[in-house]
């Protein structure tokens, strides 16, 4: 993990696929293509994916309740114990050099006969002022991460998904109070979750709201709505959905749609052959942590009958 | 400080691979008393030290900790400017100071921890190559991670920082804060999000940051690429 043992990363050979990120459906990928006997190496800017921020998950079959963290250990144990190699880097490029593929980072070289792209996605900002200024100074995307700041404090959650309500839940348990500000009517919830977020008093959900800037001096102090109110908390915590992160993949030629996520059929193929994606980045339109590793198992399994096409001869 | 038996089968796990000889040298608060005997008189000090005797215990012999008082070395405390207790400092052969953390290794802080010490004896930098080629772009540095022991990204930025200590000639120092245990420096700073990375008591960057970010920082333009 984290590339400890350099000496098992060979840069001179080509791999047989080399999976492109962190997340549960990268090291999903990784571990069906590994025991379909291909020489894997997994390269991820972050081990964990979005899914390490999540306090709470109950809904991966099998496994009745753990957090983000504790399900991705598993994964990570399960990766190390195929002693599949993982860098912690970001490709930048890629070049398709006919019956192979080179991927460029700022620090290495790769070569593989095919990639699979599980990029993942990154949380959405806001874009209103004051919220670049104050982050990591009371603006946070990331309740697990920063939450015990917050001790005996005053924050809000600005969004209305299940992923909002999850992390109103996990600050509640050391917070004073918990605001929830949503532009909608009613949050959208799992209804297990909402029924949760209704029965917590230190949770109150604002709705029809949106935040228009958020001030203070050294730290946060308040948030402004766009009907005028300036309304004092100590944190906000920005859970606004995400964007998939696909900007290699078009640079490389890759078919996105108008929501930026990478084309795939249902054999995780991209337009380009070799090339395949899932998760997150991809265009699933319901994206959870299983749904996604199905993709990566499928990627996994059309890179294998890819690369044995490949390697026939006639 | 927990030490619950899945991270200790790690550390034995990883430690075990060690084939090189390494040492750090770690500051606590010690006292000698009259009838000869050691004393530790910071409260965690005690607990730190046994989670660092569990590398030690586990790496062959491979790892040395040089456990220095800053009541009985007080010249090795001035000369590493220890401000507190307990610190580990990774200090090369020139006496240059690489890593220091004021942070215990434990959780998912084990892994960039046995990275280090595993470049620090000598095993392959995976970023070593594009360091050296823009360290003439670097000026000296200091970059500042400041960490939680539950945060789940922080190991990442924690690994990267270090290997780029390790890889740069002594140009760059990284220093790992855990701020729940030092919240006077996480105070200073205004975080109050993790990983929160300072370069140079300058540049801030928050949260989950790539390598290219941090070495795009330290350079202040675009990385020359060593291939």
């Known amino acids: 993990m984290f590339n400890i043992d350099m000496e098992s990363i060979d840069l001179e050979k080509t791999y047989d696929l080399i999976v492109l990120g962190g997340g549960p459906t990268a090291i999903g990928c990784a571990i069906y293509a590994t025991r379909f006997a291909l020489d894997v190496l997994v390269v991820g800017k972050i081990f964990g994916g979005l899914i390490a921020t999540t306090h709470l998950v109950e809904n991966y079959p099998g496994i009745t309740s753990t957090s983000g963290q504790g399900l991705m250990d598993m994964f990570k144990d399960h990766m190390n114990s195929l002693s599949i190699p993982y860098i912690t880097d970001e490709i930048r490029s890629i070049e398709n050099a006919d019956d192979h593929f080179i991927l460029h980072s700022f620090f290495q070289k790769f070569k593989a006969k095919s990639v699979v792209l599980a990029t993942g996605s990154e949380r959405k900002k806001l874009g209103i002022p004051g919220e670049e200024e104050f982050a990591g100074r009371g603006v946070s995307y990331c309740a697990t991460c920063d939450g015990p700041f917050y001790k005996d404090k005053t924050v809000c959650v600005i969004g209305g998904s299940d992923s909002a309500a999850k992390e109103a839940l996990f600050l509640s348990q050391n917070v004073k109070k918990v605001y929830i500000i949503y532009r909608g009517e009613e949050i959208r919830a799992e209804p297990i979750n909402k029924k949760r977020v209704e029965e917590n008093h230190k949770i109150e959900i604002i709705y029809k709201t949106n935040i228009v800037e958020i001030k203070g001096d050294n730290t946060v102090k308040s948030v402004i709505f766009d009907n005028g109110t300036e309304f004092e908390v100590d944190g906000v915590f920005i859970e606004v959905g995400a964007i998939p992160n696909s900007d290699l993949a078009k640079r490389i030629g890759v078919k996105t749609n108008e929501k930026n996520e990478i084309i795939i059929n249902r054999k995780s193929e991209t337009n380009i052959p070799g090339i395949f994606a899932a998760g997150d980045v991809a265009d699933a339109p319901f994206k959870q942590a299983i749904t996604g590793v199905a993709e990566g198992v499928v990627a996994a399994y059309s890179a294998f009958d890819y690369i044995k096409e490949m390697n026939i001869e006639y | ?227």
């Not at chain 2, 770690?26 to 009259?34: A, K, P």
């Not at chain 2, 000369?79 to 215990?104: C, H, K, M, S, W």
């Not at chain 2, 105070?187 to 960057?205: E, M």
């Open chain 2, 1 to 227: 400080m927990a030490q619950n038996d899945k991270y200790k089968e790690i550390i034995k796990r990883e430690m075990a691979k060690l084939t090189k000889p390494v040492k750090i040298k770690v500051f606590t608060s010690q006292r000698t008393e009259v009838d000869g005997s050691k004393i530790r008189a910071c409260m965690d000090c005690g607990q730190f030290m046994g989670l660092l005797r569990i590398y030690e215990d586990n790496s062959n012999g491979m790892l040395t900790i040089e456990e220095l008082s800053i009541d009985n070395n007080p010249e090795f405390a001035k000369r590493y400017d220890i401000q507190r207790v307990p610190t580990i400092l990774f200090v090369d052969d020139n006496g240059r100071e690489l890593i220091r953390y004021l942070a215990a290794p434990q959780g998912g802080e084990i892994q960039p921890f046995i990275q280090s010490l595993f470049t620090f004896a000598g095993a392959p930098n995976y970023y070593e190559a594009t360091i050296k080629q823009n360290l003439d772009r670097i000026q000296p540095s200091i970059i500042k991670v400041m960490i939680t022991e539950t945060c789940p990204y922080c190991p990442s930025v924690v690994a990267t920082a270090s290997q780029f200590a390790l890889a740069s000639e002594g140009k760059i120092r990284t220093v790992i804060v855990d701020i729940m245990a030092n919240p006077d420096i996480g105070q200073y700073y205004d975080a109050s999000g993790v990983p929160y990375t300072i370069i140079n008591d300058s540049k801030t960057l928050v949260g989950m940051v790539g390598a290219n970010e941090i070495l795009r920082a330290l350079i202040g333009g675009n990385i020359k690429v060593q291939y």
